[in-house]
């Protein structure tokens, strides 16, 4: 037993912090896709992960830091979802009803009767879907799900994996939301102090932090059974999506109202990151469904 | 990264679950009562012969030697053969971890064996009627005469005080001094001339606390754990492992979750607490992977600062939350006398006891999130 992240894994992200805070500061992460980063992600060799023999354990920490910076890039799909190497952007509708990023994506992967289809895009109708999350915009496929390459991955393991993915990065997107409430109650002065030296401030982010603190464990301990196939493998995702989710939201709330008024503007920062946390945690299984699942397994 | 137990590990796994099998607890009565403490002694005494008292110590203390991740496999197994609280979790899990952290040789060699045996039952003197949250605002003084203390002053809300032989105490050292500096960290006899215990009934009715008041009380200066006026730092390393992964293991709440399932069964899956029971099995398990999490990172090196708090307030608020589940899903016979009442009861006192949850907000929010101090 030892249940922490290894030095390699540790480095590797500090290295992909570093990348993404010099190509997707805030304001790059509003503007969404950017093909530069893309090729930039694919030359440290995070999009090939998986493909290249990395498990799901190495991608945690990688997707934390996706989550920290709210990429645009469907950094999941390409690299989790996938699961093999694929030439170009790639994007999925896999265990989700839209495709994020399809308009600017080479290969969009599908689901038909059970297997995973690559299809590429010139050969499938999109359609766009108004969705909050501007930078990482949706899309209905609509035509072309006759064509199509089959691919070797499994299903049923690319739906476990896509959870993983979005749990993953809800930990850093929550973990940003902390940091910028944070920052700000330091900073902002009302009644001649900080407003982060009142406790109904500081016993809010408390919570925030909590909840954050002991969902991280939960989602790598799923990532553990996923790269085993354990038999609790399902049980294990849904607790990690349920539990990074509900952090997510909650430390998406707490940000905003320790923010107040700014935080409720397009002009600070903070609403990438919550419309982030919505998005995912609206995909792949909401944490009430996830729930549900985990007191099938458990109750049973 | 590696969750799975080795085959060293899962043999002691087999060894002590055996031993429960071999050894099944029976239910005792309450711990606060004469019999009840008596059968807690007894069982303790069990434990100790077998050489399950304290299995992380050194042998030569009275333990095993065992890792702490072995230390949780044995709470694992502990709980769910529906073993008692122990009865001397003072003294095993906050003040024998700062005894192995700040106390010398003849210090150790002293207590801790009388500890893991149960043949001295420890208190904990650091509360007084005017310093609760607040401390460090303690007065209980300590007044140096040639070779030992004179100390003089009330401690409050000890629990097990009444049955207690030794306390571990904080007293003010240097009487020019304020808050935190100058206390010291003074271990106390309780049958010293001048100690007056008197029992206060808890919210049970039996008598779980106790004040302590010191009269003159004559304690040798050798009684000092570690260096005279240093007793904050120390008293709060001791708070750092009551709060942090040692008072609280993770089996105890896994056990209880597990009950709690067995419970919403028996009484027909109401599906309205289905969500609850959910989260309360979640939250347990979620529990013992953070516990595991911060162990494998105490045992490369690591150290647990003030992230300490956030496991107090994981594991006081999941304990009342799966007791408030159990006791709506019981309806009417919520209040009949039972294991899950005296659980609900005693759960409610988590929020309070290690530094009240308030307290421990406080300290996340200026420690781990670097907020001003009010």
Redesign the interface.
Known sequence: ??????ED?QLFARTVRELLEKECPPEAARRGFSKERWEELLEMGVVDMLASGMTE?DMVPILEEAGRAALPEPLIEASIVAGEALNGVVTAAVGTRYAANADVADVIILEKHGALYSLQREDVTLQPIDTIDAPRPLFLITGGHDRGTRLETDTGLALLRGSLGASAELLGLAARC?EMA?DY??ERHQFG??I????A???K???A??QL??????V??AA?SLSRGDKTMERDVS?AK??AGDAGAGAGKAALQTLGAIGYTQEHDLHVWMKRIWALNAAWGNP?EH??R??SA??A | ??????AQ?QAFRDECASWFAANPPGRLDSMDTPDGFEQHRSWERRLHDAGWSAVNWPRAFGGRDATL?EWLIFEEEYYRAGAPRRLNQNGLFLLAPTLLEFGTEEQKLRHLPKIASCDEIWCQGWSEPDAGSDLASLTSRATRDGNEWVLRGQKTWASRGVYADWMFGLFRSDPESERHRGLSYILVPLDTPGVTVRPIAQIDGEPGFAEVFLDDVRVPVANTLGPEGDGWKIAMSTAGFERGVVLRSPGRYMATADRL?EL??ELG?PAAL??D???A???A???R??T??A???L??GGTIGA?AS?NK??WSEMDLHMHETAMRLLGEGATLDGPWLDGFVFSLAGPIYAGTN?I???I???R???????
């Open positions: 037993m030892n249940f922490q992240p290894t894994q354990i902390i944070a109650a330091k102090k900080p982060g030296s009142f406790q401030v500081k016993h982010l408390a919570d932090l909590l603190e002991f969902a991280r464990p939960v790598y301990r553990w607790m349920a539990m009430d729930r549900a985990v007191a458990v109750i | 990264m590696d969750l799975a137990f080795t590990e991740i399932i919403f069964k899956s289905q969500d029971v959910a989260r099995w979640m939250n398990d979620a529990y992977l953070a595991f999490w162990v494998s990172k045992m490369q992230e956030l307030l994981w308030e421990q907000r406080n996340v929010a200026e781990v999130l670097g907020l001003p101090r009010s």
